[in-house]
C-alpha cells in the first residue's frame, strides 16, 4: 500500500474517522464544553418529567452537537452529506425514545436497558413499514458503534483496575480465560461459525453487551449477530437477577460468595447492583467489585481478540501474517479506546477524570442507542431468530451454565477463605 493510500485511510476510512470523531467530543469536553445530559428517570405518576422545557432543550444541543460532529466524520468518508443530515435527526429521536422507555422506574427494576428499547423500534419499524430510502444514508450502525468505544475508553480506568482488588482482579481473569475459551469450544462444537461463537464468548465471559459490542467490532463481525447476542443477554439476565440471590438464600452461601458470584456471572451492570442489594451490603460490595473487574478488562480483552482474530483469520496461502498486514486488519478504533483509557487514567488531572466520567458514559449511552436503533432498521424478524436453527441460542445458554458453575467455584476459592482469608465487606 502506497503512503497516498495511507494517508487517505488515516482520514477517510471509517475506522479512522470513527476515532477522530470519539476524539473530537472527548476533546471539547475537555476544552470546557459540558452540556446538561437530558434526564429520563420517571414513573407513573411523572411520566412526563422527561418532556420538561429544560430537558427537551439539552436534547436539542445534544442533538446538535452530535448531528454536527458526525457530518463532519460523513463527508471526510464521502458520504451523502445532505442526505446523512436529512436522516439522522429521526435516528436521533427514535434513540431519545428507547431511553424514555427505559427510563421507567418499573422497568429499571428488572435490569432492562435502552439497548432492547432500540433494537425493539428499530425491528418493528423495518418489519412493518420498512425503512424509507431518504433515512438509510443516516442508518450507519458500525460508525456510531466505533464513536461510543472510543468514548467508552475515557471510563476504563487503570485506576480503578487496582481499587477493585487484588481478589476482584483475580476472579475476574480467571473467569474471562477460562469461560471465554469454554465458551469458544462449546459453541463451535454446536456449529456456531467462528465470529459469532466469538461474540458470545466474549459476551459471556467479560460483560455482557459492552464487551459483544467490543467484540463485534474488534472482529468486524456482522451486526445481526450482535443484535442476536445482546438480545439473549438482556433476556437472560432479568432472571438470573431474581433466581440467584434466591439460590444464595436457600443454599445458605455466604453473603460475600454469593454477591462475587453474582458480579461475575450476569451480564449486566443494572441486574448486578440490584441482585446484589436483595442481598445486603457485603454481597452488593463484593458483586460491585468483580463487576467492575470484569469491566475493567474490556480494553485489554479487545485488544487481545483483535490482534488474535488477525492471526487466525489470515488470508488463504499465507502462512504467516506479515506485521503490516496485521496492522492493515486491526481495527483502529480499539487504538482509539485504549488511547482513551490512557489519557483519561495518567494525563487528565483526577478532578476533571471526576468531574467528566458521568457525562463521558451518557455520551457513550446515546452512540451504543443510536447504533442498536439502526441494528433494527438493518433486520428482519426471520433473519434474527431463525439464524442457524436456534444454535447460536443453545451455545449462549450453555455458555452461561458453564459461567454460572465455573464463577461459583471460584469465588468460594477466592472470597469464601479457602486460598486468601475472606475479604471483611
Known sequence: MGDGSKRSTLLHGEDWVSVWLGFGLIAVV????????????????????????????????????????????????????????????????????????????????????YVIFALLIGLSISNTVGVPEWLKPAVRTEYYIKAGLVILGSNILFQEILKAGFLGILQALLVIVVVWYACFRLSRKLRVDDEFAAIIA??????????????????????????????????????????????????????????????????????????????????????????????????LAAFALSLWWSFRHKPQGVERPSASMIWERFPKFVLGFMAASVLFSFLAAPETVDATKPLMKGLRTWWFALSFVCIGLETRFAELFGMDDGRPALAFVGAQALNVVWTLLIAFLIFGGVLFPAPLL
Do not use: H
Not at 446538561?36 to 445534544?62: C, E
Not at 451523502?80 to 422506574?105: C, D, E, K
Not at 459483544?212 to 450482535?226: H, T
Open 30 to 113: 475537555l476544552l470546557g464544553f459540558r452540556p446538561d445530559m437530558p434526564g429520563f428517570g420517571w414513573d407513573g405518576a411523572d411520566i412526563g418529567k422527561p418532556f420538561s422545557t429544560l430537558n427537551m432543550q439539552a436534547s436539542f444541543v445534544l442533538g446538535a452537537a452530535f448531528l454536527g460532529l458526525s457530518a463532519c466524520g460523513i463527508a471526510l468518508m464521502g458520504g451523502r452529506l445532505v442526505a446523512y443530515m436529512t436522516g439522522f435527526p429521526l435516528i436521533f429521536i427514535l434513540a431519545w425514545i428507547a431511553q424514555w422507555l427505559a427510563g421507567n422506574a418499573g422497568i429499571k427494576a428488572w435490569g432492562l436497558s
Open 202 to 299: 466474549t459476551a459471556v465471559s467479560v460483560c455482557g453487551v459492552s464487551a459483544a459490542i467490543a467484540a463485534c467490532g474488534a472482529i468486524q463481525g456482522d451486526r445481526k449477530k450482535l443484535s442476536y447476542t445482546t438480545s439473549l443477554v438482556l433476556i437472560v439476565a432479568a432472571p438470573m437477577m431474581i433466581v440467584m440471590p434466591w439460590i444464595v438464600t436457600q443454599a445458605d452461601i455466604p453473603d460475600v460468595v454469593g454477591g462475587a458470584w453474582i458480579g461475575g456471572t450476569i451480564d449486566t451492570t443494572a441486574a448486578v447492583a440490584a441482585a446484589g442489594e436483595m442481598l445486603g451490603d457485603a454481597a452488593a460490595n463484593a458483586a460491585v467489585i468483580v463487576k467492575l473487574s470484569q469491566n475493567a478488562m474490556l480494553g
